[in-house]
């Protein structure tokens, strides 16, 4: 199977523009940002025939990449459950608290990746092409994890397309 990774910050996926501004311009970055990662998304699956899109995504929330699949493929969310974490002792914004140990954090990645690296493979059932969208931070555990069991991985870092605007926080400030 041929898995092509995007890697994104997570701020980009909510397909909802979440900014208000008198002046519209807030909501107009974010969503020519937005439309810009869908435009990648449908050139991304057309180009290399994806066949499955795998999303680690807030469960329940309407996103980006679904939207584009509603029309192009079959869409799966891979995210660990909430209450799947919760019973695993995985809490909620883990990776933010600066006072849970980082040897926590990264165990905790670590067992999400296996269940979300698990499901995408069970979910792409006879596919042979399939996209995997997920944080950075997950990017380079799932390639490894791909390949060492006999995929052919390639990666697209959102960071590197030439539109992309990586701190929206510091750039809205500027609108």
């Not at 995007?6 to 909501?27: C, D, M, N, T, Y």
């Not at 025939?49 to 469960?59: D, G, L, M, N, P």
């Not at 990776?95 to 690296?117: A, H, L, T, V």
């Amino acid at each position: 199977m041929r898995i092509f990774i995007i890697g994104v910050r997570h701020q980009i996926q909510p397909a909802e523009i979440r900014v208000w501004s008198s002046s519209g311009k807030l909501e107009a970055f974010q969503r020519q940002q937005k439309e810009n990662f869908a435009s990648l998304l449908r050139a991304s699956i057309a180009e290399n025939c994806i066949q499955v899109v795998a999303e680690e995504t807030v469960h329940g929330e309407d996103t980006v990449t679904k939207r584009v699949c509603d029309v192009n493929c079959r869409y799966v969310n891979i995210e660990m459950p909430p209450d799947l974490r919760t019973a695993r002792g995985i809490p909620a914004g883990y990776n933010e608290n600066p006072d849970i140990p980082s040897s926590d954090r990264e165990r905790w990645n670590r067992e999400r990746e296996e269940y979300m690296g698990e499901k995408t493979i069970a979910e792409a059932g006879e596919a042979e092409r399939v996209m995997v969208v997920c944080g950075w931070g997950h990017m380079q555990a799932f390639a490894d994890r791909f390949e060492n069991v006999g995929h052919t991985v390639e990666m697209t870092d959102l960071r590197n397309q030439p539109w992309y605007i990586d701190d929206w926080t510091e750039h809205m400030r500027r609108l």
